[in-house]
């Protein structure tokens, strides 16, 4: 874990993989590290406001996430995120092929057997829009997975 950078506002941290953001979790998660290492109070938060939680990324991921302040900046960059004013960008490994890049737009949604998983649903009412752009940057030879 480690504090890349902060503002005024809000923090920017890279997270390590199989670290929840937030509970539930069985361990450890960037909120606990957040509270342990003094960089937010929880007496300072609502509850609903869930300590300056902006987005999350997947527990098994590792990456960059921002963590506001103060409730004010919470709802500015979450209006932002959700807005698509942000964009992620992931990097991943694939064993397989696929196509040097293409554009991969499925709606998605939680999966009703497994509320922590996301499944594409077609002819879904409550699913989500959700437009993935890919591209290949490299392609390697690996032996003895």
Same mark, same amino acid.
């Not at 300590?51 to 209006?79: C, E, Y």
């Not at 932002?80 to 990097?91: D, E, M, S, V």
């Given at each position: &874990?480690?504090?890349?950078?902060?503002?005024?506002?809000?923090?920017?941290?890279?997270?390590?993989?199989?670290?929840?953001?937030?509970?539930?979790?069985?361990?450890?998660?960037?909120?606990?590290?957040?509270?342990?290492? +003094? @960089?937010?109070?929880?007496?300072? $938060?609502?509850?609903?406001?869930?300590? +300056?939680?902006?987005?999350?990324?997947?527990?098994?991921?590792?990456?960059?996430?921002?963590?506001?302040?103060?409730? &004010?900046?919470?709802?500015?960059?979450? *209006? *932002? $995120?959700? +807005?698509?004013?942000?964009?992620?960008?992931?990097?991943?490994?694939?064993? +397989?092929?696929?196509?040097?890049?293409?554009?991969?737009?499925?709606?998605? &949604?939680?999966?009703?057997?497994?509320?922590?998983?996301?499944?594409?649903?077609?002819?879904?009412?409550?699913?989500?829009?959700?437009?993935?752009? @890919?591209?290949?940057?490299?392609?390697?030879?690996?032996?003895?997975?």
């Amino acid at each position: &874990m480690q504090l890349i950078s902060q503002t005024n506002e809000f923090y920017v941290i890279d997270k390590p993989p199989f670290m929840a953001v937030e509970p539930p979790s069985h361990q450890s998660t960037l909120r606990d590290w957040m509270i342990e290492n +003094g @960089y937010i109070k929880p007496t300072d $938060w609502k509850d609903s406001e869930r300590f +300056g939680v902006v987005h999350r990324i997947d527990a098994d991921t590792s990456g960059i996430v921002i963590w506001a302040k103060n409730p &004010m900046t919470q709802a500015r960059l979450k *209006l *932002l $995120w959700q +807005g698509r004013a942000i964009k992620k960008t992931y990097t991943a490994l694939l064993i +397989g092929e696929c196509q040097k890049e293409g554009v991969i737009e499925l709606p998605i &949604m939680r999966d009703n057997k497994n509320d922590k998983q996301k499944v594409s649903f077609l002819n879904e009412p409550n699913a989500r829009a959700a437009i993935t752009e @890919y591209k290949k940057l490299k392609v390697c030879q690996i032996e003895n997975i």
